[in-house]
Antibody, heavy 121, light 107 residues
């Protein structure tokens, strides 16, 4: 079945780096725009970053631009989020999600279970 | 950035009730509007996209409407499994943004 499984979360100190991964299965990963979306404890949803199906076009929220890098390896059906200079305000459940439509930005029809990142000294 | 303002932030309702949630965009977003349901400790689930298109497998008691900047999610005949938090989202332009959420609670 169509599935996204995130990994890589944990507890880290401010200023450090971490890489999240999202393994995709059950669909043609290389044809879909992919996303990272996060949710701080008890808060709403915040879009973090997007990457086009071919990895060429990347977009970031202002809150993470210049610190986070989204990438993908279509040969491994895996999405990544490299997070540098982490801050306490990055503490959140991080979800990867798939675009509903091939080659388009829009709604997110498949979500992973989420991986928790806690940034604390 | 396009701001998405959802109301109410919470609503108490009973099984069988009709619940209406509204979402207002700070500028026109054409048909780039989606609704999600999130239950505690779970990932969000897509309910509706393109304002009113029901995602596969979503019960027909959920419906969406609106245009321009004002949109509505309606849950008819509220069921026990519908008690959750609902979010709207615009996909018209980056940054993609969500409404603040509406928690549907049991009266």
């Amino acid at each position: 079945q169509v599935q996204l499984v995130e990994s890589g979360g944990g507890v880290v100190q401010p200023g450090t780096s971490l890489r999240l991964s999202c393994a995709a299965s059950g669909f043609t990963f290389s044809t879909y725009t992919m996303y990272w979306i996060r949710q701080a404890p008890g808060k709403g949803l915040e879009w973090v970053a997007s990457i086009s199906y071919d990895g060429i076009y990347k977009y970031y929220a202002d809150s993470v631009r210049d610190r986070f890098t989204i990438s993908r390896d279509n040969s491994k059906n895996t999405l990544y989020l490299q997070m540098n200079s982490l801050r306490a305000e990055d503490t959140a459940v991080h979800y990867c999600a798939k675009a509903l439509l091939v080659g388009a930005t829009g709604a997110f029809d498949i979500w992973g279970q989420g991986t928790m990142l806690t940034v604390s000294s | 950035d396009i701001q998405m303002t959802q109301s109410p932030s919470s609503v108490s309702a009973s099984v069988g009730d009709r619940v209406t949630i509204t979402c207002r965009a700070s500028q026109g977003i054409s048909s780039w509007l989606a609704w999600y349901q999130q239950k505690a400790g779970k990932a969000p689930k897509l309910l509706i996209y393109s304002i009113s298109t029901l995602q596969s497998g979503v019960p027909s008691r959920f419906s969406g409407s609106g245009s321009g900047t004002d949109f509505t999610l309606t849950i008819s005949n509220l069921q026990p499994e519908d008690f959750a938090t609902y979010f709207c989202q615009q996909a018209h332009s980056f940054p993609l943004t969500f409404g603040g959420g509406t928690k549907v609670e049991i009266k």
